[in-house]
């Protein structure tokens, strides 16, 4: 089991950044990918992007291509969604999550897949 929490959320206004850290613990094994997903109110959970434990392959949704970038320090055990230009629609809960056993491909939808998961930090993106 990988224990996750996030970190860095907050408010910021239209056109702002901020960046999101995941901080894993427990086994991680190379195969694990850890993926940021999201939660808006009323909305179904979605997948923003992945980052692959072993090739360092990524995944991002087509609403956030060109505007967030997912990164991991693997000294520190943190993976980070550095977010810029953010837009009210990014307002969400966001969470990080985990997948084992070199399953990458799953980390994206909804995340069912996903083995583990943390418990979130919101996202208010004022216009």
């Known amino acids: 089991e990988v224990q996750l929490v996030e970190s860095g959320g907050g408010l910021v206004q239209a056109g702002g950044s901020l960046r999101l850290s995941c901080t894993t613990s427990g086994f991680i094994e190379d195969e694990t990918a850890i993926g940021w997903f999201r939660q808006a109110p009323g909305k179904e959970r979605e997948g923003v992007s992945c980052?692959?434990?072993?090739?360092?392959?990524?995944y991002y949704v087509d609403s956030v291509k060109g505007r967030f970038t997912i990164s991991s320090d693997n000294a520190k055990n943190v993976v980070y969604l550095q977010m810029n230009s953010l837009k009210p629609e990014d307002t969400a809960v966001y969470y990080c999550?985990?997948?084992?056993?070199?399953?990458?491909?799953?980390?994206?939808?909804?995340?069912?897949?996903?083995?583990?998961w943390g418990k979130g930090t919101l996202v208010t993106v004022s216009s």
């Open positions: 980052i692959s434990g072993s090739d360092g392959s990524t």
């Open positions: 999550a985990a997948i084992h056993s070199a399953r990458f491909l799953l980390c994206r939808g909804r995340g069912d897949a996903m083995d583990d």
